[in-house]
């Protein structure tokens, strides 16, 4: 009972330390996310028109024979924005290659 009795007050004597170093990570992912807010506001407020034309370029630019890079699949993935416009457009879907 002793021995364990020294092991937790060992653990409980570095969670002050443990405790610093998960601050200074969140830290860290803060100013990381901060950093690229700007970029992604950027993204978000393009108009759904340039942004259809955005990915029928992209198609002019992939190998279509390689369904790892099948545009439409990836473009629905980003997020529910770009999955919303890229549903919603008929033409969008006719370049879809099995």
């Known amino acids: 009972a002793?021995?364990?009795?020294?092991?937790v007050l060992a653990h409980a004597a570095r969670l002050p330390n443990e405790?610093?170093?998960?601050a200074?990570?969140?830290?860290?992912?803060?100013?990381f996310?901060?950093?690229y807010r700007?970029?992604?506001?950027?993204?978000?407020?393009?108009?759904?028109?340039?942004?259809?034309?955005?990915f029928q370029q992209t198609f002019s630019h992939v190998d279509k024979l390689n369904l790892f890079n099948n545009v439409s699949c990836i473009v629905g993935r980003v997020?529910?924005?770009?999955?919303a416009v890229a549903l919603a457009s008929p033409g969008?879907?006719?370049h879809f290659f099995v």
């Not at 405790?19 to 998960?22: A, N």
């Not at 200074?24 to 100013?31: G, I, Y």
């Not at 970029?39 to 955005?54: A, G, M, T, Y």
Request: charged residues 25%; glycine residues 2%; aromatic residues 6%.
């Open 2 to 7: 002793e021995n364990e009795n020294l092991t």
């Open 19 to 22: 405790q610093d170093k998960l």
């Open 24 to 31: 200074q990570r969140c830290t860290n992912l803060q100013d």
């Open 33 to 35: 996310v901060d950093m």
């Open 38 to 54: 700007g970029v992604l506001s950027v993204l978000h407020r393009l108009p759904n028109e340039i942004l259809l034309e955005i």
């Open 79 to 83: 997020c529910r924005h770009w999955r």
């Open 92 to 94: 969008f879907w006719c």
